[in-house]
């Protein structure tokens, strides 16, 4: 072997190595941070209780509103970039001209480069008020507005990861759907959309991992009012909204109520952890049945 080649083989197994280090890092300080709170706090408490006010003086430890917070304007933003993305990725594949995907792609991605926090002020100051010109009960800090925009956001990730998979599909599918004498449309939907349904599952679960740990935008628009409800018209709190408005520096350090912002980020860590690898075992399960 080559010494250039062993010197890749050696930074690439350091990127490795790296990756996994800084992992197992990530998962001690969690650790070490949250099992002190769970010496005081019961984990049956914890998942299970209604009322989340661990910096008031009545405290309350049940995370369950910062859970249904989060799940909240994720459902919402899926509800927005699902049909968009996945619409805008048969368009590019199936109606397109080369020379206008080559363009619309790129602009698309440039979506995803823009600071969330910018994302954040155009909730708070375009969205919700356009949204409170006609729904009246809006509140000025909500779950709607927040979710609607966190969608906007992730949709170059549906779009891109679906157009890539339905890219993949071989044209003989196509070609043959063609020639039974189906329409364009009928072999988008029926033949390349379910031919390709593994990598638009991943590329949704992927989108669905992306706006859980979303924090500016929910930190700036949902509100910071931890509350167990469906309702997308009042204001709520995410668990990533807790952290940081605990990580301001205004609860002494390592104190109960500081040491809070780990036991909610290892729960983040595992709802994360667990979609990626469900993300992960969907597209090995396809890439099994197919080979």
């Given amino acids: 072997m080559k010494a250039s080649e062993k010197i890749i083989e050696f930074l690439l197994w350091l990127a490795a190595a790296i990756t996994i280090l800084i992992t197992v890092g990530i998962i001690w300080v969690l650790l070490s941070g949250s099992l ?47 049909p968009i993305g996945l619409t805008i990725a048969i368009y590019l594949n199936e109606y397109a001209p080369s020379r206008l995907k080559r363009t619309i792609k790129p602009l698309l991605e440039i979506l995803a ?18 949204l409170q010109s006609f729904i009246p009960g809006l509140a000025g800090f909500n779950a709607l507005s927040p979710g609607i925009v966190m969608g906007i956001m992730i949709i170059p ?25 189906s329409t364009r449309l009928q072999t988008a939907f029926r033949v390349m959309v379910p031919a390709a349904s593994s990598g638009i599952i991943v590329s949704v679960i992927l989108a669905i991992s ?23 018209l009042v204001p709520v709190e995410t668990i990533t909204t807790y ?39 969907i597209k090995k399960k396809y890439q099994e049945k197919y080979d």
């Fill in 36 to 82: 002190p709170f769970f010496q005081e706090v019961s984990i049956v408490e914890f998942l299970t209780a209604k009322q989340w006010t661990p910096l008031f003086a009545q405290k309350r430890f049940g995370i369950m509103p910062l859970v249904a917070g989060t799940f909240l304007t994720t459902a919402i933003a899926i509800a927005v970039a699902l």
């Fill in 113 to 130: 480069t823009i600071p969330t926090v910018v994302y954040g002020f155009f909730a708070l100051t375009v969205v919700t008020p356009f």
């Fill in 157 to 181: 990730m549906i779009s891109s990861l679906s157009e890539d998979a339905i890219s993949s599909v071989p044209k003989s599918l196509r070609e043959a759907s063609y020639g039974m004498g």
């Fill in 210 to 232: 992306r706006a859980v740990g979303e924090t500016m935008i929910v930190a700036i628009a949902a509100g910071q009012q931890p509350r167990l409800t469906l309702n997308p």
């Fill in 243 to 281: 952290i940081v408005q605990v990580s301001l520096g205004d609860v002494p350090h390592g104190s109960l109520e500081y040491r809070t912002i780990f036991a909610a980020g290892i729960v983040l860590f595992i709802f994360t952890f667990a979609l990626n690898n469900l993300s992960f075992w």
